[in-house]
Every structure is written in structure tokens, then in C-alpha cells.
């Protein structure tokens, strides 16, 4: 009696599975002839996703189906024969190998002109596929566009026609104080300044600079503790659109430092401390006794959803000894005040600071700041940057008050009509940073007319 053998059910249940990931790609599927089949088991048709349109761009696909395979936590490794390598790599058509797992509904692939070039198949005829990188599914759809592309005499397949949303990390200006004060003063420098100042008020007002001898401020300086230390007769006011939008560069010089000096007075008011060896603001430890706990400052804000917090100083205890502390993370903030056409921002890049005790720089912080920025994804900074808007935008509120000289509104977003696949993207920067812990050795030049 004839027989159908396991085998045979296997390779075609691995077939199936390549079919239902190539159209879950949105590409046609063309499955060969398989009594006269030499080495492939289908061809795809390329199809640009946005319009349906195809353009003769053809690859081939092997599938070879198995339901054990040499693995190890990290790569599965198969063997090809001599025959099937000389077969694959002869002609300009690109060849994929997808060895898959079908019980599993696990497959993997490599486009075999590229993973051997450079090799010699004649002695190296193990195919190492990495289980992360080089898993088959409908986001490898882009990857294997962009080989139709190379192999197929400049076939463009157009980006997918949807709208996406973009998010800045620029915190919007909505509105600061209408009037900047000048006047010269008879104080020597800054410092000389600032002590009189003090002498008058132990919490002096900060929105204040001076240039040379003169002193511009968004108080009036016609008021108490100013007109005392000021030259009254020489007091003028200017609108401060003046400053903000004039073509004279240190009139926008002054305006950005009265913002910074604002922004200095807001962040106080959020226990903001500033850090001078990184130019950053950083969250200041509870002021209750934090010894005892891991989480030492706790910041609650409003999400896109709900109510949710952050662990914004955290302790780090010792790896070998876990009764010792290591060093204490604050979530910090560098910033910028920018201005686009007619509007101002305030640019915002999260960072950390690092401390012995809560309070004092750590002196490994660079290589704690290195560490945690190689692992930290765009997801983590995105919603950093969304709770620092969530803190310092202006509240619509009866019984909050905002600061008086300067306010912000949300985070700036735009729209494109181009959208990015986000599994493919990450999946092509994962490649790209696996390329550069492990670069290959090549010979000069190698590929670089290919």
C-alpha cells in the first residue's frame, strides 16, 4: 500500500506555516510544483501594501521543516546540503531559507546570497539563524521588501499611506510675563547684587538678570526691595515680545535667561535641586529619613489614562553585600529654551543623576549613567517626557494657582502621513546594534560595490 510518512506531513505543515506568514506580510505566495521541484518550495510576489500594486519583483523560498533542531537559548543551527547551497546561490534570484519548528509555530530565516557572502560554502555550510533577530513573522515583511529591492533592478515598494503621530520632547511656551523692567544699578557685579538683595528679603524674588550694570527683571522696578537697590530715575519697561521676537541676538539672550530664571523658580517649587557637574535638574530625596527604604521619592502624576507614579529617587543597594547602599538614581532633566517661527519652547532630554547618600555626586556616575542609557528603550524616555509635561503644563483649576511669569501647555506633536512599522523597526535597530558589538571580519572593501 502507497504511504504518506510523518515527514512528509511535517514539510508541508511547514510550508503552510511560511504561507500564512508571507500573506499575513500581505506578499502573494506561489508554491511550487512539487513532484519537479529542484530546490524551492514557492516563490513570493512583492506587493507594494498601499496601493496592491505589483511590479514582477520575485523572491524564492525554501522551507525546510523540522521538529527537532541544534538550538541553545540564543541560535538554531542547520546544516544545508551541498547541492541545495550551489542551487540557492547560482542566478540573480534572492533565495530565503526558512528553517521552522511547525508544532511550535516557530520559524526563522536568512536570505542565503547574503548570509554567505564573504563565506565559503564549500567548508562552511551551517546556517546559525539568531532566535530574536531572525524570527519569521508579518513584520519581516520591510526586510524582505528591501531585498526584492537590491536583487530586483530598483523595484520601489512605497511606505505604507497611514497617518502617525509624532511626540517631541518640546514642552510648548504658552504664555510669560507681559513686561521686562530695566534699570542700571550702582552694584558692582552680579554677586554685589544679589547680597543686597538678600540683606532686604532672606528669599529674594529670582526672575532677575543683569548685563553689565544693568538690571532687567519681570517685577516692577519701581517696588519694594528694587527701587532701593536700582537707579529710579533710569527705570524703562519694554513689552516683552520685544525681547522674545526681536532680530537683535542679546535681547533673546536676556529674555532666555529670565526664562531660565522662571523655570529655576518652578522647579524649586517641585524640589527640583540642580546639578552643576551635569547641568541638569534632578529630584531632590524625601525630606523624612529614606534609609530604610528602597523607593526614597515617589512623584504621582497624571497619565493619558489614569492616575500613576514613578519612582523618581531610588536606592541601589550593593550586588555582593545587600545590607550596604551602592548609590542612589534621581530621574534628572536637561533643558533648552528653543523658539520655532513665533513660538518658544522649552526642550527637555532625560537623564539621571547619581549620589552617595541622596545628596552627594556619586563618583562612578558616568559609568552608571552609560549603563543604564544602553538598555533604557524609546518607550521609558517617551514616558519621562510625558510626566515631566504633566508636572510643569498650567493647571485649569480653581484652586491651583499658576506660576505668575511663566507657563506651559502640553508637549508638542505633529502628524505624518507616512507610518513606520514599529515591530520592523525595531527589529532592523536590534540587527544594527548586534552589528556593532560583533562586526565581522571582512576583507577592505569588501561589498561595498556589491
Known sequence: MKRITDEQILGEMGVNLVQSLVLEMKFTWHPTNQPVEAGLDGWVELRDSATGEVANCWIGVQSKARSELPEDDKSVKYSCKQKDLDYWLEGSMPVILVVSKPKEKLAWWVSVK??????DPKTER??????????LTSSSGNEWQAIGTRYGSGTYLSPPQVTETLTSNLLKVSRFAETIFSAQTEC???SDFHEQLREKDDYPPREWVMDGNTVHSFHDLHSEPWRDLVLTETISSKETTEFAYSEVAELRRIFVRLLGQCFRQIASSFRLWFSKEQECYFFAPN????QDRDVVREQFYQSRKQKTSRDVVRKIVNKNDKTKIAYYR?????????????QWYMMLEPTYVFTTDGYEPDPFR????????TFEGDAAIAGKIFMYSNIFRDRDSLLEDNYPFLGFDGIENTEIPVGIDDAAWANIKAKANEAEKEPEEKPF???LFD
Open 114 to 119: 547574503d548570509y554567505f557572502r564573504g563565506r
Open 126 to 135: 551551517t546556517i546559525v539563524f539568531d532566535k530574536r533577530l531572525d524570527l
Open 188 to 190: 558692582e557685579d552680579l
Open 287 to 290: 525630606r523624612s529619613e529614606f
Open 330 to 342: 534621581h530621574d534628572a532633566f536637561e533643558h533648552r529654551f528653543l523658539r520655532f517661527g513665533r
Open 366 to 373: 558616568e559609568e552608571h549613567l552609560s549603563a543604564i542609557k
Open 445 to 447: 572593501a569588501a561589498g
